[in-house]
């Protein structure tokens, strides 16, 4: 039988958090304390998904997602790229770190690993960056798979609808990490939660997990009474011991000389809301709209200064105060209506 948001025993769920933050414990942290743990499935290789799809299995007989980025390759803007790399060079060499002159488009190996997601039989899909195309959804339906498609505006959650999806994630503009917006080149649309969901749910008439900026119980609950089937936690959950969080990252959260978060294209060349440090600081109105290929030429940058918070991306929604180093069952609980 397919998944049904209606069932979760309590309407939260744990954003996906791809790069290392999402790991199997965390997934299936949150599904286990009955709500819904997805898992980032972005930048690892079919058989490294695989694994830790057994692996979040293995943790729990609760209903769990994963999360794909879906590919897009746009014309490669090679005079932006090379001045980025240069303007980027003086601190790579101040680390010790690679930073490669050339770097091909990859599409994440997207096909190989909806084949897993279907292989695997996980039951929900959920998608960032754009849509799957209706035959891959119906090939998802097929495996019993719930899809969910991620979207910032009415006009992503329209085409999201006509692909099949079953239904819709809501990113306000507050949502810490990448914003779901289909284009790379696309402005964003600046929508905050409560808005969008219910620009959206009125205009696709799916069920929609409200995304972005929640905070507390007081945030879910309002969200949940406007019509929301689910609302979606990704800063509270950085700091639980489950996650995959970096150190220096989990203390920034609490740092108070971090005090806000600007959406930048700085670390990948697409849009994500961290928090501001002398990176995002110096290399914003520098950073061209070019992924995944900015996202790889920075990698060796943030691998060398993962120590450092001024170096490495600190993703992170508008509420990240609120996050504590607690249990992921915790974070869920308290949050529940």
């Not at 719930?146 to 809501?170: H, K, M, Q, W, Y």
């Not at 409200?210 to 309002?222: K, L, T």
Request: charged share 20%; hydrophobic share 45%.
């Amino acid at each position: 039988m397919m998944f049904d948001l209606g069932l979760l025993g309590v309407p939260i769920a744990g954003a996906p958090m791809a790069g290392g933050t999402s790991t199997p414990e965390l997934t299936a942290a949150v599904s286990g304390a009955g709500g819904l743990g997805f898992y980032g499935g972005a930048y690892l290789t079919p058989e490294r998904l695989r694994e830790d799809i057994r692996a979040i299995a293995a943790l729990t007989d609760a209903p769990f997602g994963v999360n794909l980025f879906v590919p897009e390759e746009i014309p490669f803007d090679e005079a932006a790229f090379a001045e980025y790399r240069d303007r980027l060079a003086p601190l790579a060499e101040r680390l010790g770190a690679p930073l490669p002159e050339h770097v091909p488009f990859t599409d994440d190996h997207f096909d190989a690993k909806v084949q897993v997601l279907i292989d695997e039989r996980v039951p929900v899909a959920s998608f960032t960056f754009g849509c799957p195309d209706a035959a891959t959804v119906a090939r998802l339906h097929a495996a019993e798979v719930f899809v969910v498609g991620t979207v910032t505006c009415v006009d992503e959650a329209l085409i999201a609808r006509e692909s099949g999806v079953d239904a819709l994630c809501a990113q306000g503009v507050s949502a810490g990490g990448h914003r779901g917006t289909f284009g790379i080149l696309d402005a964003d649309p600046g929508i905050d939660t409560l808005p969008l969901l219910t620009g959206v749910a009125d205009a696709a008439g799916l069920p929609v997990i409200a995304a972005g900026g929640v905070a507390s119980r007081d945030d879910a609950i309002a969200l949940l009474e406007a019509g929301a089937a689910a609302v979606q936690v990704g800063t509270l959950l950085l700091r639980c011991p489950e996650a995959g969080t970096k150190q220096a990252h989990r203390d920034a959260l609490a740092d108070p000389r971090f005090t806000e978060t600007v959406t930048t294209r700085a670390y990948s060349g697409r849009l994500a809301r961290g928090l501001v440090n002398e990176f995002i600081a110096a290399y914003s109105d520098a950073a061209p709209p070019v992924y995944p290929q900015v996202n790889t030429l920075t990698g060796g940058i943030r691998r060398a200064g993962s120590t450092d918070p001024d170096v490495i991306n600190l993703w992170a929604g508008t509420g990240f105060r609120a996050a504590q180093a607690v249990p992921a069952a915790d974070v869920v609980a308290a949050l529940s209506p």
